[in-house]
């Protein structure tokens, strides 16, 4: 990954349910500090099923790069989704 300058994306939109463990292993950024990570992840699994909010946390250049992306794809998000964001 490194060598060809793809970020890995970690997907943790099941990450927050009670999977009836004390202990969750560490997410995958913690064993690669120093490269671009993109963690996603999803609010409706763990507080309501139809609201549909999501988050994307990456680094400043990977999330630039994300933001403009979705500017150009999306026809438009839900404000309210936006700001519960």
Known sequence: MRE???PLV?????FALDWGTDRLPP???AH???????VVGSYSKRFWAGLRVG?????GPVAA???RVK????LGSS????AMA
């Open 4 to 6: 060809h300058r793809v």
């Open 10 to 14: 970690e997907d943790h939109a099941m």
């Open 27 to 29: 997410p995958i950024a």
């Open 32 to 38: 690669a500090p120093d490269h671009p990570i993109a």
């Open 55 to 59: 988050f994307v946390r990456a680094p």
């Open 65 to 67: 790069r994300l933001v």
């Open 71 to 74: 500017a150009t794809h999306d």
């Open 79 to 82: 404000a309210v989704s936006q």
